[in-house]
């Protein structure tokens, strides 16, 4: 028997699953307004979870949550610089 460590869950604002942090990149509004992916964990601010696809990232910019949960408006550029840090090179476009 082993008992297994608890790890905090964190909802993704794309589909609306419950996963670990670890399994979750972390977008952040600086304490400035800026709005970055937080690669460290660390970085101070409001934060919202979002699965590394995007998929995710098209569901969460739909319905709006993304701007919902950092409470700002999501410019273009900030959403373009998520869509090519999110595509990880084994997660080939369907078409
Ligand atoms: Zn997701």
Redesign the pocket.
Known sequence: MSKKRRVPLRT??????K?SKRE?IRIVRTPAGEVTVDLTGKQSGRGAY??P?V??LE??IKGRRLEKNLRVPITLEVIDTLRKMLVSPEEKPES
Do not use: F, H, M, Q
């Not at 993704?12 to 699953?17: A, D, I, L, N, P």
């Open positions: 993704c604002v794309g589909c609306r699953e996963k979750l979002i699965c696809r998929a995710c569901k969460a």
